[in-house]
């Protein structure tokens, strides 16, 4: 995988309070956001608010109130994820770790990334209709039947929509070796 200068410096942080709202987002992570269409999520959107307006998708409110749980209870929780672009792939560790009076803060550091061929499902200016496709929250592998999940290039083939005018409505979700992984991480110590 092709590591970036970016790679070694970007690090995105939020904290929330003892009531799940969050209080707090470094500057990177606006600027993070505003690279990448992101602007529904810059600092004066999100502050305030509970961070379960923005955590959905099958399986995964419950896989975060695990790991806040575990946080708080003094175990901090490590994990990759990808955070993918239409045009980069990239890969991220987040640590989800407790302070005082309950305040969790969730760092994300890149790792790597590398540059690719434009992947229009995962443009948010595409065209969409009214199909739904299931994006994994963690690897970015996208669900193609019950149970079967390929990376986003394979599924875009086999779902037939390289030449396709609009494209489905993404939601996000955990595939079932994602989901594995994390309740293994997630166990009591």
Known sequence: ??????????????RIDADDRIIAVNDAWGE???ANDGGEVVADKVI?????????GEGI???YWQMIRRA????????TYR????????LFRMTVRAHEHGVVEFRSVL???????KVQLLDCHQTRDARWTRVCSWCQQVAVADEVWLPVEEAVARLDLLAA???PQLTHGICPACRDGMMRKLQPA
């Open 48 to 56: 305030g608010r509970s961070l379960w307006d923005f955590v959905s």
């Open 83 to 90: 955070c993918d672009a239409p045009e980069w792939r990239r």
């Open 32 to 34: 993070f956001a505003e």
């Open 61 to 63: 409110a419950e896989l």
């Open 165 to 167: 005018e609009t494209m």
């Open 72 to 79: 708080r209870a003094g175990h901090p929780v490590e994990f």
């Open 1 to 14: 995988m092709a590591t970036t200068e970016a790679a070694h410096a970007l690090t995105l942080n939020y």
């Open 111 to 117: 790792e790597w990334e590398e540059p690719r061929p």
